[in-house]
């Protein structure tokens, strides 16, 4: 299947029919398995296409979940299953290998707030808490910057736009590709060396492996926020950083927001890299649990 294009700008699409096929059937199966109860598969309208999103119902005020860059929805299932009690949504991100499909171009920021914006009215949600993880923690700050009316708080897992991303990223990234294919004992070895579980998950590997090879995502990179945009950010704030992450210096990361954002509570996971949600999600859980339980929020279901 070729690249479509509308205007100058291509749309996110696979390779081909039969790359779809197989990520699409490796994907449904996965879902199958790794969920902790099976959620209720819903489809949103929007202007960008059709946007899939995973659903568990509760009560409160309902959890929308962002993934990173190459991934899906599937990058927090160790975490739903702590998350349970609330509703919660998991969101695949247009443009992105997953169950969404692009249909039209997003161009920018404001188009990636739309978008959002348009699947939360599909969703009928009037306040969210709005989490995100790597690419998907600049889409929260984004919003938050850009439409935050409906925002309770956000919740932001190593996510971009504090700072230019560091060459140690692409580096590990490629560390992490070479590993996928090497022998077990190497790549068992490189997934605690690189602090990236996934590689001695044989399923979630293939997965990743058929995303990021098989699908071309168009969206916007990630730009850093200027002083300015994070003083403007009032909506709550919870961060979460990796000690040791791979995509920022992560002690800057830590003080410039503190320094920026007037309702942040933030903190560094001792010994962890990018992949938070994956590899640290009993943490990342807890921590997402005690601060919508805390006093500052008020709102335990």
């Not at 070479?178 to 001695?200: K, S, T």
């Amino acid at each position: 299947m070729a690249m479509s294009r509308r205007g100058d700008v291509a749309l996110g699409q696979f390779v081909s029919a039969r790359a779809e096929g197989e990520f699409r059937a490796t994907y449904d199966a996965l879902c199958a398995q790794r969920w902790p109860t099976p959620p209720r598969q819903l489809e949103v309208a929007t202007r960008f296409g059709p946007t899939c999103v995973f659903h568990w119902p509760g009560s409160g005020t309902p959890i929308v979940l962002l993934h990173g860059s190459g991934s899906t929805s599937l990058l927090w299932h160790r975490i739903v299953e702590g998350l349970i009690g609330r509703p919660v949504y998991a969101v695949d991100t247009i443009g992105e290998a997953g169950r969404s499909i692009q249909r039209a171009p997003v161009r920018d920021q404001r188009d990636l707030a739309t978008w959002l914006d348009e699947v939360l009215d599909g969703l009928d949600l009037d306040r969210v808490h709005l989490a995100g993880a790597s690419y998907g923690g600049w889409l929260a700050l984004n919003q938050a910057l850009r439409s935050p009316r409906r925002l309770t708080t956000i919740i932001l897992v190593e996510p971009g736009g504090f700072e230019k991303v560091s060459p140690r990223l692409f580096l590990w990234a490629i560390a992490c590709g070479l590993a996928a294919i090497a022998p077990g004992p190497i790549r068992r070895w490189a997934a605690r060396r690189l602090r990236m579980g996934a590689l001695d998950d044989p399923e979630m590997r293939r997965l990743a492996m058929l995303s990021q090879s098989r699908y071309r995502p168009r969206l916007p990179r990630v730009a850093v926020l200027s002083d300015d945009e994070l003083r403007s950010i009032t909506t709550p704030a919870l961060l979460l950083l990796g000690e040791r992450s791979e995509l920022h210096r992560s002690r800057r990361v830590l003080a410039r927001a503190r320094a920026l954002m007037p309702a942040l509570e933030a903190e560094i996971v001792p010994g962890a890299g990018h992949t938070l949600p994956f590899d640290q999600a009993g943490v990342v859980t807890d921590r997402i649990r005690g601060y919508l339980a805390s006093t500052a929020v008020r709102d335990s279901p």
